[in-house]
């Protein structure tokens, strides 16, 4: 889903999700950009760097994990002044608890861990994608345009006066 932001942000929101169980008890996220960094001799060429933000919403215990195991995930990111959180997001208990839900927006690279049980446990959520001054990239390139265009019709009208006023100034002469 594609939506235009107050401002010039556009953003995309993609379906998100992994399951954490007691052979694969980690997963990292850190998405990367398929759109390559401008070497050090081309320029920007408007190229829009996105913003990527993951937000966690629910958490399904699936009903193979043991009865009566907690099983609790936890998250480790950078917080404010790239200091690092490591806090538990949901504990749920195997056999009563089969969906919690999560809210949780995740600004930057994070790695989920399977801190205690065996799950499986499946987290739920969307992957948005930020592309802030798209627009504004657009409008300046369109502005350029326009710019060339006004300068070419001027530079237009100059040489149409001018040849008027030659032929004006060879008639009189004549």
């Known amino acids: 889903m594609a939506g235009i932001l107050a401002g010039n942000d556009v953003e995309q929101e993609y379906l998100w999700s992994c399951t954490l169980t007691g052979s694969d008890k980690e ?3 850190a998405p990367e950009d398929p759109t390559p960094e401008p070497k050090e001799d081309e320029e920007n060429d408007g190229i829009v760097k996105p913003g990527h933000r993951l937000l966690i919403k629910s958490a399904i215990l699936m009903p193979s994990a043991k009865k ?3 099983t609790i995930v ?6 404010y002044n ?5 806090v ?6 195997g056999g009563s608890d089969y969906q919690q839900y ?8 994070a790695k989920l861990k399977l801190l205690q049980g065996e799950g499986p446990i499946s987290l739920i959520g969307s992957h948005c994608v930020d592309y802030s001054g798209f627009r504004d990239v657009e409008a300046v390139e369109s502005e350029d ?3 060339a265009t006004d300068n070419d019709d001027e530079m237009d009208v100059a040489e149409e006066v001018k ?3 030659d032929k004006k100034t060879q008639k009189g002469l004549d």
């Open 27 to 29: 997963y990292n996220w």
């Open 68 to 70: 009566d195991e907690v």
């Open 74 to 79: 936890q998250i480790e990111s950078e917080g």
């Open 82 to 86: 790239k200091k690092a959180v490591i």
């Open 88 to 93: 538990p997001i949901c504990a749920m208990k």
């Open 102 to 109: 999560v809210d949780l927006l995740v600004p930057t690279k």
């Open 145 to 147: 345009e326009d710019e």
């Open 163 to 165: 040849g008027k006023g």
